[in-house]
């Protein structure tokens, strides 16, 4: 080797204890790695005297079925170098601020008499001090600090700015379940009861699932990876699953061979590209234009052109677009509202939750129903009408959901869109139904016509 050099005894090749003392254990352990990764793959970690020396894969994962690929090998570059992560110098185990945003607010507590609230207020008047720490982005400067110190601080921001923005200006970033469920449940727990709003790390990084955690309020719900082999076609929305998905990347892989067309939909042609029939290079930021242009599509030929059974009953059960919504009356016209609650129906104002529960319209009788499904009903105290059957919850009798009131209508009026992306509005003729509430008749129609 040309770093290690024997001068005393070149042929007794002693040299070579060194590689043999480098993997020198004493047990090997199970465990995984749960930071900021959601793949919880199986390790075995050698250690010795306490120290962990090095990993390897298991292979012992049982066969889900006979028909799908084996998880085996599950593991990627990162994890089978953790163990240096663990023994790094630069490993974080305290709090860190930048230094300069400490001096301040110190200095601003002083002032306050030690009110930590109007301390932070104090800093976002003052221009000049607010800018000195902003400036200092980006050119380190972190010194150590308590957590008490570190947690009043954060606390004084959001009271701040709850307090002059509104408590939905607050945008919150919590860890991954699989890093830690406690930190996430904490963090997200918190976001809920101050009314701020959980961003989604798989933005960040472009994984799976992208906007969960902003459009259903869960932080991953997900199919099984070894499904993705079940599946004809895969749509892939810039996750580079061999960047972040590795350890289940090779299910993606080997659908091929099961006759799955895979089309990737990224500015970049990255790594997972190479699976593809497909590559389509959409430009950065284009992504739900692309997709809103494809529901138009969809919308155009299997329902207006020509109603198509298999998607008008998949929209019926498995999408909102039968649900009633609001119209509300702005000047000489009106606007789309919030969804009709089952609790503004006077026979349903007193059920359990009826505020998270919404209604549809029996295609069959006219009639208002309940339909299962609702965050209401995931919340009830006896539970098991949280499932996508087309059943009212109230009556448990079975229903057909009216998708359109095109056919049968009480009216038609104006209603107002707007084009948030250039900024202009649009009116035109919505089919309404009228239905009694606690307020009185109201026009509502249903999401589809919206």
């Known amino acids: 080797m040309s770093w290690i050099e024997d001068i005393i005894s070149p042929k007794t090749r002693q040299w070579e204890e060194f590689y043999r003392n480098r993997f020198q254990h004493d047990r090997i352990v199970r465990s995984t790695h749960g930071v900021n990764c959601t793949g919880g793959c199986s390790w075995q970690i050698h250690v010795k005297e306490g120290i962990v020396v090095w990993e390897t894969q298991q292979l012992d994962y049982p066969l889900l079925e006979n028909s799908l690929p084996p998880y085996e090998p599950r593991g990627c570059q990162r994890g089978i170098s953790y163990s240096w992560y663990l023994y790094s110098p630069l490993r974080i185990k305290y709090p860190l601020i930048r ?3 400490l001096d301040i607010f110190r200095e601003e507590k002083e002032k306050a008499g030690g009110n930590p609230v109007i301390a932070w207020e104090n800093i976002q008047n003052d221009k ?11 050119k380190g400067g972190f010194r150590r600090a308590s957590w008490d110190e570190i947690l009043e601080l954060i606390a004084a921001a959001n009271i701040y700015t709850a307090k002059k923005h509104g408590p939905d200006r607050v945008a919150g970033f919590s860890p991954i379940p699989a890093m830690s469920m406690i930190s996430y449940a904490a963090g ?7 009314g701020g709003f959980n961003l989604s790390f798989y933005d960040w990084y472009c994984d799976l699932p992208t906007h969960f955690p ?13 499904d993705w082999y079940n ?3 895969i749509a892939d929305m810039g996750a580079c699953l061999n960047m972040t998905r590795t350890p289940d990347c090779h299910f993606f892989a080997e659908s091929r061979h099961n006759g799955t067309k895979a089309v990737v939909f ?4 990255s790594q997972v590209c190479k699976y593809a029939d497909q590559w389509v290079p959409v430009h950065p930021g284009s992504d739900n234009a692309f997709w809103m242009a494809v529901t ?6 299997f329902h207006h052109n020509k109603e198509t059974p298999y998607f008008i009953d998949y929209v019926k059960q498995y999408t909102d677009s039968p649900f009633l919504i609001h119209l509300d009356k702005e000047g000489d016209h009106y606007v789309p ?9 006077s026979k349903w104002k007193d059920i359990e939750n009826s505020e998270w529960k919404f209604l549809n319209i029996d295609d069959k009788t006219g009639e208002l129903v309940v339909p299962k499904g609702a965050m209401g009903h995931r919340w009830e105290k006896n539970g098991g009408k949280w499932n996508m059957k087309l059943e009212c919850s109230e009556s448990e009798m079975a229903f057909d959901p009216v998708l359109t009131t095109i056919k049968n209508n009480d009216g038609v009026l104006q209603t107002e869109f707007v084009e948030f992306g250039l900024d202009k509005k649009y009116s035109r003729g919505v089919p309404v139904k009228y239905i009694d509430t606690e307020n009185g008749k109201v026009p509502v129609a249903t999401i589809t016509m919206c």
């Open 99 to 101: 230094g300069k945003l």
């Open 128 to 138: 000049e001090k607010r800018a000195r720490y902003q400036k200092a982005r980006g």
């Open 188 to 194: 997200a727990r918190f976001l809920q009861l101050f």
């Open 214 to 226: 902003e459009m259903w309020g869960e932080q991953t719900d997900v199919c099984e990876s070894a």
């Open 231 to 233: 599946s004809k076609f």
């Open 266 to 269: 990224s500015p970049d042609f």
């Open 296 to 301: 138009h599509v969809i919308l155009k030929e």
């Open 337 to 345: 509202g919030r969804l009709v609650r089952a609790g503004e129906i």
